[in-house]
């Protein structure tokens, strides 16, 4: 067995992000068993994942903006502010990680973007388009970003601790489980969009991706090239899913990368593309994809042990919220 073949980027990649897609089914189905034995007249002993608020940011962005004025770690969605501050985490130490290793929007964008390039249907816009499209997703930061901002800390603890806020992620759920005619045309839409023009959500409309490239310009690990041993074949910036032209670039500081080192791996010019600490220290490609991993399980592990993971809203008290909100499912 070649291991070097095993160990590339792309693999270690494509595990990595198989491996928290499948935990992610495996939660929405646990939180199912959760809510629908709340439902249930029988009951249940089924337990609620905590995982499962890794998607409710703008709760977690709203506890986010608390604890830093306050101190106070949410005790409604204890776990959705772990992971939102494990993600900028990422961001910070391995540039956008969160979002090439372990989102599971991630992979669906990917395996669309495989299937347009299998049809021949993929096509990458003009540059000034893409820079014009990316706007987007900043717009809808600076909407969210400005919103949040504006609240003090009183409108944040009453938002936090209302009946909408914990209820929030079984609505979530029921609204996955019976998507409206217009979510249906919009998945639909975007669906298509991202079969041709690859990673459409991802680059131009998601802002949790805006929130993150953010904090990614200041990270440490980057790209580097050498101009003397390019060979100028462009295979770096073809391969790149955030459609960078690191071919251009002494050193990719974008906050559009997210750390996949597909530039790296498809290089074939020795010692060209290297990933760097800084401007000196050389370390493997493999390192954003495992350090993205070991933070956020890092982080786990911490809020686990110290009381910062698991919501001290009672289960049975949950789902008697659950029954008056959602007894119609």
């Known amino acids: ?149 504006r609240m003090n800390v009183v409108s944040i603890t009453a938002f936090l601790r209302s009946e909408y806020n914990l209820v929030a992620d079984a609505k979530m759920m029921a609204f996955f489980l019976n998507p409206s005619g217009t979510a249906l045309v919009v998945f639909g839409t975007l669906g298509a969009l991202s079969i041709i023009v690859p990673y459409f959500w991802c680059r131009y409309l998601c802002p949790y991706g805006a929130l993150l490239s953010i904090f990614s310009f200041w990270s440490p690990i980057a790209v580097t090239r050498d101009e003397k041993a390019c060979i100028n074949c462009g295979k770096c910036a073809r391969v790149c899913p955030g459609h960078i032209e690191v071919d251009k670039k002494l050193r990719v500081n974008s906050p559009e990368c997210i750390g996949c080192m597909q530039c790296v791996e498809s290089c074939p010019a020795p010692n060209c593309l290297t990933t760097k600490v800084g401007k000196k220290w050389k370390i493997s490609p493999l390192v954003p994809g495992i350090l993205s991993v070991a933070i956020l399980l890092g982080l786990y592990l911490w809020a686990s042990n110290t009381g910062h993971w698991d919501s001290q809203i009672p289960g049975e008290m949950l789902k008697r919220y659950y029954m008056r909100v959602l007894g119609g499912m």
């Open 1 to 149: 067995m070649n291991l070097s073949k095993i160990t590339t980027p792309s693999r270690i990649r494509a595990i990595i992000q198989t491996v928290f897609a499948a935990y992610c089914m495996y939660i929405g189905w646990a939180f199912y068993r959760f809510v629908t034995s709340g439902l249930s007249s029988t009951g249940g002993a089924a337990t609620r994942p905590s995982s499962v608020e890794a998607f409710l940011p703008i709760s977690a962005f709203l506890a986010f903006k608390r604890y830093l004025a306050t101190g106070q770690w949410d005790s409604i969605h204890p776990a959705g502010l772990t992971i939102f501050i494990a993600a900028i985490a990422i961001a910070f130490f391995a540039r956008k990680g969160f979002c090439g290793y372990i989102c599971p929007v991630g992979l669906i964008e990917r395996t669309l973007a495989a299937v347009g390039k299998k049809l021949g249907l993929r096509r990458e816009p003009p540059r000034w388009t893409h820079r014009g499209l990316s706007v987007f997703k900043y717009a809808l930061l600076a909407f969210f970003g400005f919103t949040v901002l």
